[in-house]
């Protein structure tokens, strides 16, 4: 069956496999301090527009997440995260476990505003309850959802307002960024947020995700936390490789766009055969809501992942696109689904 | 001004007192070891009919469950509680500062039942997110409210049904226990749950909890546990002595009707006048709802806790009894309120 | 028996207690916002000449230590002591428990000297290991000796010349600073440190420790971590109460006093006896070391600690003078040491 | 200059970076819930002779350390090791990050034995210290020493005499399986411990390491803590794909003969020259001990560690072989060591 189940279940873009096989033969210092790491820093560092930024390479998402809370936060500080947020439910309790409370407010739209942010910093006013510090974000959002440019400059200033931080979880950056409503551009976030990650795992890469730290008071000791935490790759350059490939001519913008390109093609089908979302179609995720008969026809055709029964005779169906996803391969389910109804 | 702010606003009931002082020129050995202790523990399991019981000794109460939930769960499991609950919001984080998350859900009445479990099992499939493995509950309840025995009994059954534990936080047990609407005795409690506490603190102790292990699975080194979150008192004895004043004649559970007495005496009253709760008066704290400009004259000549503002025209007061509050406490109170009116 | 177990077995000073009586029937405010509590802190700082420390209080000293050392230190920083310190082997792991490493050094004298500091400096460099941020030693210190004006201003440099932070345990801190070889005073010790804490339930309080903080850098939110760690306590009336006795008319330095003259009596009477000790004896400490058989016999005739066996032949066991040991009391363990021998 | 630094400088063996471009254009289920993980597994099992073995599949050591240690113990046990050993100094207090002292003992072998464990247990009686509970060993170890086989049966007897498991790091597996000194096979390894495991990226593997847990009392949940630790990796089949490269017809023994073939050819040549070691050549780790002024120059031709300094005069440079490393790098080596004389 043809998997629509999500965007990291092939092995990497071909460019990314290249870069790899090239390495051949070469011989690096360990953990992060080789020339390969330093140089593709500094190209990352220059295509963001921050000279100053601190770059760091992990291979994951949520060693990722964790490893950047719980070094900015002290013990008593708190991350506000929206319900459903990757590190609400996701991640197992990792920022629990490394011992934060996340504070969460339910949000339709998947995203975080200034009138949340408002409402938890009234509910913790004193040292009874844990101190709110960082709003912890994704672009795209669990739901598919994409942060405008003003919708993150006002996080910005209520953040400025009360002395937090915002952090960006960017494991789906390039879809959201190339998202046909995304008024934002890679400089932007880089200019608007505290720290945020750019995405490989999901977008061609073998494994790997950069953290680009911003401001300068958390970027101190940041290596000691990615040792501590078990996330300092011996072969740093492995991933520093990876994405060399990915930002050469822009593969990696590219690369998003497609994957939108596809989602999109296969939100209009669904929207023309009358079915609607659990959230509106901007990135690579599509969420759409079957009826549940039909939803269950799909499901023995197609791996995609079941997400929630917005009514008792309806299934919300997950369609993720991937960076190998091909227009013929949603023409195909075109078909199939077709031949199902 | 006269406070209602709490009930552990006075050094310590008069029988407590003497105990302490009767303790003076004994010498006794260290971390409740001494004889004291043991003579207590025993009278405890007694009386609360589990001579299997493990009784330890703490003086306060987010010591006594960050040490409790703590030593049960294992890294990757979580405790339920109610949006509100003391774990929830008074605690700093604590339970999270210890590892673990804690999964809450709503409930108007400050009461879980098992519907509340059963949706957060649903939400909890597999190891992407936290396991649920305790039900944390307080009786009375953080908005005063109190469990029935049926109530009580069928969380056991969903308990039971799933592998979890059910801990009772009773730092207000005393009043829960005697609430006029309570059908629970100290007994039931003890046969019901896994782990349970008595609370000192808030009904005359000077300061001290006693937390009884039911559950043999979790009894196995919990001297380390406390001795490592900090909570084992060089002086044990001088914890046993103060419940062994409070049990003396039930005078806990005198003091438990006491409180609550002179809550309804309060209760009453403010019905009387026509005003509304928060929730139904069942313990000895009352939460009346107030239009603004009587609430402030009230809070200029009591003290008293603002809880919130129901309304924009109304705000939520609490009144908490304490073991040394006099029905002439309640008269007078009655007085000033009917001059302000 | 007679017991030289510690010097924490009986209840509390008479003066304590008398304090104690003399809250009775009046009403405070809760966690340590009520107005006994600062008056006892403006004095305290008064007398330790340091009007701008921040003070706190405290029922323990093992939640003293672990509160304190984890809201100084950062995820990847560690604390060094002595092996044998306090947080080394008799807290259960408490600080390890908070997710720091404690790194050790041998010391036979029981303190710390820049030259153990340089050593662990050296066996740190990098991300690979923990940062060494905390310097911690006790005074007097587990072995009962005592620091010199000399020593800790020796450890004060080299942790300014490094960065490092000096926090003292002030368990003993009555006897340290009333020892016949000190030449500290409670001034120097709070010039010196960066935090340090006037310990009471080892010199006549019923329990209680007062923390000092002196460095401004780590007094942010500092109430936050003790409530989070449990230790915030809701009747902090109790405890100022108690110094304010202790401090008037500097009782807590004479009782200092008074246990060092006891403990003298007692090392004088086994060096006159031909018996040597673990380390000199400078506090309220004695590790004497007697043949086993004589161990054997004092064992069955006075409760103390039996601490470790020196060589094959013989046993060091601890005798601890209190605030309530008399003269007489020596005398008569002179009277039954010299019928065993 | 040629690198000895260490033995994972390399980007992978030419059978695994074959392996890994073989899985170009396939789809695989993500979180190593894939039938390549599955398959792999079961040959791994198969060949260690454990059918009921767990295998869980990592991408580097500190995380894998980190998650397994930490899902054993509760929060008051401690592990035990050696002082140096590769969680005491070189993974940044990641154990204690996750709540666990590491007890450590002093060992000029680099091993652990029944004695040291011994004197660990008679130091932590009670519930004041910390309670040792798991023995962690490395083999080969950090000074390239291997485990006899007697030495390992005796471990696990102490370990079964005193309730405590045995997990052995092996990172370095194949360079200690296959020492010309070892008598021990991965078939004992997988009989004698309760887990260990089966390191790749310092053996030929892009990155990757194979968790295999043998005792049925740590199995349960354990993906929620690899999920929860960051270790989960969503493309668990790159791991398994590249085992399955190693373990075919045994290549992972084979090279680790060659790079102890290696190792051993430099030892010989240094024993020759008249030089001495750290400690004995027994695994691809040559601990080499040089005058100052002759280490000035190897260090000036070749990138090597430089360990200490075991007199003024001396340095202890390692000399670390790598799968890629050729006998005729050794060659060369000699030529050029022989010309610095």
Known sequence: ??????????????????????????????????????????????????????IHFFNGGTITNLTTISHILRPHQAVISVVGG??????????????HKVITVESASGKLTPVHIKKVLAEHPDEHSVQPK????????????????AELVALREICDAHGLLLFMDGARLASGLMSTVSDLTIEDIAQ????????GTKIGALTGEILV???PAIKTDFRYSIKQKGGLQAKGWLLAAQF??????????????????????LADFFTEKGFGFLAPVES???????????????LSHYVVSKV???TADTTCLRFCTSWSTTSQDIEKLKQTFNSLI
């Open 1 to 54: 069956m043809y998997s629509f189940t999500n965007d990291y279940n092939e092995i990497a873009h071909p460019e990314v496999m290249k870069a790899l096989n090239d390495l051949a033969g070469k011989r690096f210092t360990g953990y992060g301090t080789d020339g390969l790491c330093k140089k593709v820093a500094d190209q990352i560092k220059q295509r963001i527009g921050q000279p100053n930024a601190d």
């Open 86 to 99: 990757h590190i609400d439910v996701h991640e197992t309790g990792a920022i629990e476990a490394s011992g």
């Open 134 to 149: 960082l709003v912890y974000i994704s672009n795209s959002t669990e739901i598919g959802t994409v942060y405008r440019k």
């Open 192 to 199: 608007l947020t505290d720290v945020f990650y750019i995405g």
């Open 213 to 215: 730290l911003l401001n």
């Open 244 to 265: 060399e490939a990915l930002f050469n001519d822009d593969l990696y913008f590219q690369l998003g766009q497609h994957i939108n390109d596809t989602a999109n093609q």
């Open 284 to 298: 690579n995720q599509v969420f759409v809501i079957l009826p549940n008969s039909l939803s269950d026809k799909v």
């Open 308 to 310: 929630c029964e917005p």
